[in-house]
């Protein structure tokens, strides 16, 4: 089927991708000021999907001093917070109304499943906005009682951090792009959010309907381009009060470098290399298709993806076949063809990371149980979901993230609960992990062990719009959603009056 065929499922989607699309910035759609465009592919053909606009420095700074003039002059941040909400909350309006046309537009330019951009992409984009809202008048500070001499009145404001620089990833092009935007817009600021080269399509189409939604022009801009270009000019430039970035770790710490210039807030939300921890009293019938879905969800392209299984000896062989076995059933395809279970990974870039990872992993002593090659021989970027055994902690596999449908399965003993958690703490990363067990007070005992952002007992990959998420050590600094990430997005001022 080719990309024509597959497209006409949604003919908004056909006609989006039939034009070349541009750059926002101060509300109007230009053309790169260098006139260039790269290529958008579709990962399960590798063919040429669409044009793009390649945005580059000098685009960067016209959308930075669009940004600016709107934080300073404009009605944006001076606007009652009731009335930021509401057009917030219209903007979610708008996305589910067009939930059809963006779930394919995410299929497409990313590869996951059509089914499953419909039911978590798209809803939970909306679910991000709508809460939100909710928050742009929940904004508060605090009276403070001080002990200097003399009588005052002391309180703090939260205000608005200014100018954000917005880096967002290629797995989750839209639902990234909402925990980005939505936050900084309840708080006040205005932005420039630069999306990923491998997926702008959704990205770009949101910021069509930010006019719509009646947010002024110069609050949302929108650019498409390299990391390298790009994003690197958007992460320095002493026209940005705060950078926020969700990718990989290396990237994170380059970040950090250009942000460096003129001391601007920064927040990373970056890799990880989560434990899957299943104990001997573990329900088995539930932790092997959890154990599975923490893996292969989004082809393993998640930055909390359950890649080190840590199964107790007496289940081991047992786990590890269940694991193997719902491997083996997945169906691999394009993402718009509705038995698709999974889809490509994104690019042939990837496509060769992961597969040199699987490579590496043999070449090391590991044995697999499952998969391990290419999952297609009719075009674009497929790899079977695989299942490693004999592993140890000195090999790549383990060590590093792969970003990809690949697990390192590995007994655990009778150790005590300290010893387990050195095991699942022995990595760089500290993003998520998940603990499989009936016996909800060594659950919580080993929650309180793991050092990660998040820990799921008997779950994984549970997100909701209110439950902060970030990292320990090199998986980030700061929160997304939830209360805490309104920290991202203002800054605190004291205010005290002699009495």
């Known amino acids: 089927m080719n990309i024509a065929q597959r497209i ?25 000021q260098s006139g260039k465009t790269f290529p958008v592919y579709d990962p399960s053909t590798g063919e040429v999907l669409a044009h ?12 930075v001093k669009a940004a600016r003039k709107a934080f300073d002059e404009g009605p944006w941040p001076r606007m009652s917070p009731s009335e930021r909400g509401r057009h917030i909350w219209k903007l ?31 809803p939970l984009t909306v679910d991000m906005f709508r809460y939100m809202a909710g ?8 009276t403070i009682p001080i002990s200097f001499p003399g009588e005052y009145l002391s309180f703090t404001l939260r205000e608005p951090v200014g100018v954000v620089g917005q880096i967002i990833p290629w797995n989750f092009p839209l639902l990234m792009a909402a925990w ?8 006040g600021c205005t932005i420039v959010l630069k999306v990923a080269e491998q997926t702008p399509l959704s990205g770009l189409r949101l910021g069509e309907l930010v006019a719509e939604a009646g947010i002024p022009n110069g609050v949302v801009n929108v ?44 927040t990373l939300e970056l890799g990880g290399k989560s434990p899957v921890v299943v104990l001997d009293d573990a329900d088995v019938d539930a932790a092997i298709p959890g154990a599975a879905g923490a893996i292969f969800f989004n082809h393993g392209q998640c930055c909390c993806a359950g890649s080190r299984l840590m199964i107790h000896k007496k289940i081991f062989d047992k786990v590890v076949a269940g694991v193997a076995k719902e491997a083996e059933s997945i169906k691999l395809g394009p993402g718009l063809d509705p ?32 998969g391990g090659k290419k999952g297609s021989d009719n075009g674009g970027y497929f790899v079977q979901p695989t299942v490693l055994t004999k592993t140890n902690s000195d090999m790549k596999v383990v060590r590093e993230e792969i970003f990809g449908p690949v697990v390192c399965a590995t007994p655990i003993t009778d150790a005590d609960l300290e010893d387990i958690a050195r095991q699942a703490n022995a990595t760089n990363y500290g993003l998520a992990a998940s603990v499989w067990t009936r016996d909800i007070s060594k659950a919580n005992k080993l929650a309180k062990r793991i050092r990660a952002g998040t820990v799921w007992i008997n779950c994984h990959n549970v997100f909701d719009a209110s439950l902060p998420f970030g ?27 002699a009495l």
């Open 135 to 142: 928050w742009a008048t929940k904004i508060t500070g605090t």
């Open 471 to 497: 990292g320990y050590k090199e998986s980030g600094w700061g929160r997304e959603m939830g209360e805490f990430v309104l920290n991202n997005y203002t800054e605190v001022k004291a205010v005290t009056t």
């Open 92 to 122: 979610a309006d708008l996305i589910e109304k067009h939930a059809e046309e963006f779930a394919t537009l995410e299929s497409l330019d990313n590869g996951k499943p059509l089914t499953v951009a419909r039911v978590a992409d798209v």
């Open 180 to 187: 980005k935007l939505a936050p900084a817009l309840a708080t």
């Open 223 to 266: 650019l498409a381009g390299y990391g390298e270009t790009a994003g690197a000019a958007l992460a320095a430039h002493h026209g940005v009060d705060k950078v926020a970035f969700t990718g990989s770790t290396e990237v994170g710490k380059l970040i950090v470098q250009a942000a460096a210039g003129n001391l601007k807030k920064v």
């Open 52 to 63: 793009v606009a390649e945005a580059d420095a000098a685009d960067v700074d016209k959308a």
């Open 339 to 370: 038995d698709t279970q999974m889809g490509p990974l994104v690019s042939d870039e990837q496509f060769q990371r992961v597969t040199g990872y699987i490579r590496s992993g043999i070449a090391e002593g590991a044995e697999v149980v499952v």
């Open 8 to 32: 006409s499922i949604d003919p908004a989607a056909k006609n989006y991708v039939s034009k070349p699309r541009k750059l926002l910035i101060d509300g109007a759609w230009v053309n790169a």
